[in-house]
């Protein structure tokens, strides 16, 4: 597997197909002739200002079979997460980390400024067990999931789930001669991209994190891409914020691939666009079904006991994790596979079969997705049980052009929204009034932005009134 196409990266850089090729072929030379054991970090800067050779480094440690960490130098995530035994990187994203590291080695792997630091382990005993899991399961890469659905959690991903997934994405897209937008680095799905792109020699483009966030400057980096062709993997949220812009482009086809939320309401399916529907679970690093959306009627009917992507399994749980039979019987959703499995955990404890998090029941022998368990989107609103993704949903269609955001925080209803003025979002928002599921928000608060956070889900902490206050104070008091 080599690069036939070049890298595109988000800070206006590129990195042609004969570096990229260089690279690569220095950075396998270098792995074959070393047998590290534990994890190989990669340290890269979020704006890939530095250390941009990300791609080529990942491709490399696939390769040889080198387990890795994409290690964020600005991240407050310590070394001891893993059992990190050398770092990558250029000299400058290195002189962020260097001083909180025990150096035994240090080597230039590639002329272009690129440095393989060898270090002390600072968790011999994760290191141990972590080298004894890598012998009965090859590991491809470390990482460490968002927390957004419970406490942030170290998984393995094993090169045999990554390969499913890679393979099944190229069987999807066997015939797509498109530009891959990356997801971020600190997101899982970036792997499948990136693996993705080059066994079937697609130009990648970098979307780094602190681009993403920003919709409007993301928007911009993909309409300047000179493709005919656009596949983006991301969250139905971060969808929600660039695609009334993005599809204003129709000179552009674009193939999105939503996934890690429910599916958003779509008016129309625009000509110039394709979607499928992904779902999973991120602790197995696990799509369980990938569906085509034929037509706006399929959104609400859908269902993920079927269009099973290889090797996967789906069932529902009861509360004494019993399977759950017959029909219109709520369980909890839970993807299996022999396949691909991943570990988590400092114990590395193998796991077939990982809770979604989703609740799910039977219908004719379908299983429908039902919402998340204890979704936080789910709320009890003057003794009424509402779902705020729903009246999202509901809103989407009167306000088509407006980015908004329903919370629910300190018992009031908020509403904020861009560009739109508080009186011409009540006017609208009044002919929804006659939906007995919809609870007229208390506030509308209008902001210049919808924050997201680097895995592309709104930062709810950002947009309430307490993290602006806190702010202000802090400035305050530095003043």
Request: proline share 4%.
């Amino acid at each position: 597997m080599h690069f036939k196409s070049p890298i595109y990266l988000s800070n206006g850089a590129l990195i042609s197909v004969g570096e990229a090729n260089a690279c690569l072929k220095a950075l396998r030379s270098h792995f074959i002739s070393q047998k590290y054991q534990g994890v190989v970090a990669l340290a890269f800067h979020p704006s890939f200002a530095y250390f941009p050779y990300i791609v080529p480094a990942i491709t490399a440690c696939k390769q040889c079979s080198i387990p890795f960490y994409t290690m964020n130098i600005l991240s407050e995530e310590s070394l001891s997460q893993f059992p990190i035994t050398a770092i990558l990187g250029d000299s400058r994203s290195l002189l962020y980390i260097q001083k909180n590291i025990s150096i035994v080695k240090k080597k230039l792997i590639f002329e272009k400024n690129i440095f393989l630091y060898q270090i002390h382990c600072s968790n011999p005993i994760l290191l141990q067990s972590f080298n004894q899991l890598n012998k009965s399961e090859p590991i491809l890469y470390a990482i460490t999931t968002s927390g957004t659905t419970s406490t942030k959690k170290v998984v393995y991903a094993s090169h045999s789930s990554v390969d499913s997934n890679v393979k099944d994405f190229i069987n999807c897209f066997d015939s797509v001669s498109a530009v891959v937008v990356s997801s971020p680095p600190i997101f899982d799905p970036f792997y499948v991209d990136i693996l993705f792109s080059v066994a079937k020699g697609l130009p990648i483009f970098l979307s780094t994190s602190n681009v993403r966030i920003r919709s409007k400057v993301y928007v911009k980096y993909i309409m300047d891409i000179t493709s005919s062709h656009i596949l983006l993997q991301m969250t139905p949220t971060l969808y929600n914020s660039i695609s009334f812009d993005l599809l204003k482009d129709t000179s552009k086809k674009f193939t999105f691939v939503l996934g890690g939320e429910q599916f958003p309401s779509l008016s129309s399916i625009p000509p110039h666009s394709v979607y499928y529907n992904v779902f999973g679970v991120t602790e197995m690093s696990c799509w369980q079904s990938m569906v085509k959306i034929e037509s706006i009627l399929d959104i609400p009917i859908l269902h993920v006991g079927s269009n099973l992507i290889s090797n996967t399994d789906v069932y529902l749980v009861d509360d004494k994790s019993d399977r759950v039979v017959g029909d219109k019987i709520e369980g909890r959703i839970v993807v299996s596979s022999q396949i691909r499995r991943c570990f988590r955990g400092e114990s590395c404890v193998i796991y077939d079969a990982f809770e979604t998090g989703d609740i799910g029941y039977y219908e004719k022998g379908y299983l429908y997705f039902n919402g998340r368990n204890h979704d936080s989107n789910i709320v009890k609103i003057n003794g009424k049980r509402t779902n705020l993704l729903e009246m999202e949903r509901r809103l989407k269609f009167i306000l088509p052009s407006t980015l908004f955001h329903l919370d629910f925080y300190e018992n009031a209803l908020t509403l904020y929204c861009v560009n739109e003025l508080e009186n011409v979002v009540s006017s609208k928002i009044l002919t929804m009034a006659d939906f007995s599921s919809f609870i007229m928000p208390s506030k509308i608060i209008k902001v210049g932005k919808i924050p997201f956070n680097a895995n592309g889900k709104v930062n709810k902490d950002q947009l309430r009134p307490s993290f602006h206050t806190k702010r202000k104070e802090a400035k305050n008091n530095i003043l």
